[in-house]
């Protein structure tokens, strides 16, 4: 059974930094796209970012751009976002997915999803 496991939230101030990391168990982590998405009370889940299997390639939602960088470390099966002045609307539970075919879109549906971890930003 797959796992991917997130850590690295918490509470943070506007304008300070938290790194959320995800832990992959049980797939061949380097053949699998991952994305980070979010979801806030009474929201949608939404895109965050997502990077392709080497890492040569990201992308992310206009609304973390310049802020926000996702990574990857594939000798270690964990991906990582680090998040640079942090605003109240970010507060969300952040999501690792992973997907073998999926790098662009919305990622609405991947193969595995993990359990979050909470971000709440304070004003």
């Known amino acids: 059974q797959v796992h991917l496991v997130e850590s690295g939230g918490g509470l943070v101030q506007a304008g300070g930094s938290l790194r959320l990391s995800c832990a992959a168990s049980?797939?061949?982590?380097?053949?699998?796209?991952m994305a980070w998405l979010r979801q806030a009370p009474g929201k949608e889940r939404e895109f965050v970012a997502a990077?392709?299997?080497?890492?040569?390639?990201?992308r992310y939602a206009d609304s973390v751009k310049g802020r926000f960088t996702i990574s990857r470390d594939n000798a270690k099966n964990t991906v990582y976002l680090q998040m640079n002045s942090l605003k109240p609307e970010d507060t969300a539970v952040y999501y690792c997915?992973?997907?073998?075919?999926?790098?662009?879109?919305?990622?609405?549906?991947?193969?595995?999803w993990g359990q979050g971890t909470q971000v709440t930003v304070s004003s």
């Open positions: 997915a992973a997907d073998r075919s999926r790098y662009v879109g919305t990622w609405s549906s991947p193969d595995y």
């Open positions: 049980r797939l061949t982590f380097s053949t699998y796209f």
């Open positions: 990077i392709s299997w080497s890492g040569s390639s990201t």
